[in-house]
């Protein structure tokens, strides 16, 4: 079992920045692709977005409505993957979901919620 707790959401204004972060706990070995995935307000029956993936030994992987001003890494020594948000726009509120693969086996975070105020 992989346990994943994010923190680092909360209220940002339009054009600023922001770094979620993800600690995985558990049975955490072969993990080998850690990400980020988001659901914006109001769309329950609608599937999470995909922000960003870090695979291992591959390279990253970005939404197209985030590349260039999202950056996904992975700190091994600390088990814990980060998403560095700059030039927040509206559409970028969602509750963000940390993500971790484990061989065939999904694990999700419970999310944190990301307010952007125009």
């Known amino acids: 079992q992989v346990q994943l707790v994010e923190s680092g959401g909360g209220l940002v204004q339009a054009g600023g920045s922001r770094r979620l972060s993800c600690v995985a706990s558990?049975?955490?070995?072969?993990?080998?692709?850690m990400g980020w995935y988001r659901q914006a307000p109001g769309t329950p029956g609608k599937q999470r977005e995909l922000?960003?993936?870090?695979?291992?030994?591959?390279?990253?992987n970005y939404a197209d409505s985030v590349k260039g001003r999202f950056t996904i890494s992975r700190d091994n020594a600390k088990n814990t993957v980060y998403l560095q948000m700059n030039s927040l726009q509206s559409e970028d509120t969602a509750i963000y979901y940390c993500?971790?693969?484990?061989?065939?086996?999904?694990?999700w975070g419970q999310g944190t919620q990301v307010t952007v105020s125009s």
């Open positions: 993500y971790a693969l484990q061989g065939i086996r999904p694990y």
């Open positions: 922000v960003a993936l870090i695979v291992s030994g591959v390279g990253t």
């Open positions: 558990g049975s955490i070995f072969d993990i080998e692709i």
